[in-house]
């Protein structure tokens, strides 16, 4: 996994407890799924290391601890890295480097 659930709550300064841990592990694991759903070339060795993707990963997985229904759907700035996403590695290029 690109982000570690013991990273992110370091980050969010949330208390390292085995109930926010196991919280946090399922925000990320949903994160990254709705990120990589955006992303048409997953096998790209670079994707991973990509500040966009991490951040992306970041952001949705924290908006979704704050407000786990998204009430008011996915931020802007959640949309602005899934769209930079998806313009370099996803379904709007698919030659993507």
Same mark, same amino acid.
């Given at each position: ?25 399922? #925000? ?6 709705? $990120? &990589?759903?955006? %992303? =048409?070339? *997953? ?26 229904? #998204? ?6 700035? $959640? &949309?602005?890295? %899934? =769209?930079? *996403? ?12």
């Amino acid at each position: 996994m690109t982000v570690q659930a013991k990273d992110l709550m370091t980050e969010l300064h949330i208390d390292e407890t085995p109930e926010e841990e196991a919280t946090i592990t399922n #925000l990320i694991t949903t994160a990254t799924a709705v $990120v &990589n759903h955006a %992303i =048409s070339d *997953l096998d790209n060795p670079a994707l991973t290391t990509d500040p966009l993707y991490t951040s992306a990963i970041k952001a949705l997985a924290t908006q979704s601890y704050y407000d786990r229904t #998204l009430s008011a759907g996915e931020s802007q700035g $959640v &949309n602005a890295l %899934i =769209s930079a *996403l998806e313009h370099k590695y996803g379904k709007a290029n698919n030659h993507a480097t």
